[in-house]
């Protein structure tokens, strides 16, 4: 029998309800990339990932082209739960991020459970709104952090205000990051160097310069994506990042990409706890690295065109 307490979404449920409900999962396999649903899909069941990740992304422009991922759901956690309430068709779509397996529980099993049982009903109803309203809180939080950065960048007008005020609030607006610091390509001297660094403990941060011969480096590069260290002892992949900058327990590390070019690298580290960041940690992170690039790239053509502008004007002095 499945052992459906393990779950946040049932652990204050009774073990009478559980082993009822237990009856009337299904689960599925899917494999990496794989769709669980799309958007529009009917909405007939609630979704739990017993094994695996699952990425919850939403179509943003007229011609459905183009799509954005909203949440990362963990094993663990769960999705699709307004099918349950609603039964309307699905608001975003649900795409296998791993190999993954998924236990469903549709809707009418759901509510016949419940009138069987009508003294724990409410009970069991609140326990699913208060999982509901904690996953509303945090992407309030996220939306508001991605909004604050959205006003910085149109606000600021150099690179090192840019980066002071963006990190501030992404530090304050996760609760895990011990310090959060900013590493900007030089493309003279072919350099990663620290030009910011913010968090109650950002003066543990080594200020040595990044190259492109780091490991850490070369991997964000090779593969262009965040990478995620959940144990920084026991990882052998980067064995140099920890030595030159460093000496945290766990670590996000997300690339600035404009296209192909590099732009900096932003790292959140955590000096208290071993794998500290879930994933809407890592979502966020990723966001807010994909503002920073058009501004980076938009204050670069500023500054060399103010210091054109004043070249000009000495020549022109002379």
């Not at 090192?160 to 304050?172: D, M, R």
């Not at 995620?228 to 900058?245: G, R």
């Amino acid at each position: 029998m499945l052992d459906l307490k393990k779950h946040e979404l049932f652990k204050n449920f009774s073990d009478n309800i559980l082993s009822k409900l237990s009856q009337y999962v299904f689960e599925k396999d899917y494999e990496e990339n794989e769709i669980i649903f799309k958007e529009g899909d009917p909405g007939d069941s609630l979704c739990i990932v017993e094994q695996g990740e699952v990425a919850i992304r939403r179509l943003v422009d007229k011609n459905q082209t183009k799509r954005k991922t909203l949440a990362i759901i963990e094993k663990g956690d769960f999705f699709g739960e307004m099918a349950i309430f609603e039964g309307k068709p699905r608001s975003a779509s649900a795409v296998a991020s791993l190999k993954t397996k998924i236990l469903f529980i549709k809707k009418e099993d759901f509510w016949n459970l419940l009138k069987e049982e009508p003294g724990t009903a409410v009970t069991n109803l609140l326990a699913i709104n208060r999982a509901m309203s904690e996953r509303l809180r945090v992407a309030n939080q996220n939306f508001i952090t991605t909004f604050e950065v959205g006003q910085i960048i149109s606000a600021v007008n150099d690179m090192q205000s840019l980066f002071e005020q963006v990190l501030e609030q992404l530090a304050y607006s996760m609760e895990k990051a011990d310090a959060i610091f900013f590493a900007l390509y030089d493309e003279f001297t072919e350099t990663f160097m620290i030009v910011s660094k913010k968090g109650e403990e950002a003066s543990k941060i080594q200020e040595e310069e990044l190259t492109k011969e780091d490991s850490v480096i070369k991997d964000i590069i090779q593969n262009k994506k965040a990478i995620y260290i959940e144990n920084t002892d026991t990882t052998e992949k980067y064995p140099d990042l920890v030595h030159k900058t460093f000496d945290g327990k766990s670590v996000i590390i997300a690339p600035v990409f404009l296209s192909e070019k590099l732009l900096g690298v932003l790292f959140v580290v955590c000096f208290k706890e071993y794998d500290a960041f879930n994933q809407t940690n890592k979502l966020l992170a990723g966001t807010v690295a994909r503002q920073l690039a058009p501004a980076i790239e938009d204050l670069k053509h500023r500054q060399e065109e103010e210091n054109r502008k004043r070249l000009q004007e000495k020549r022109y002095n002379y």
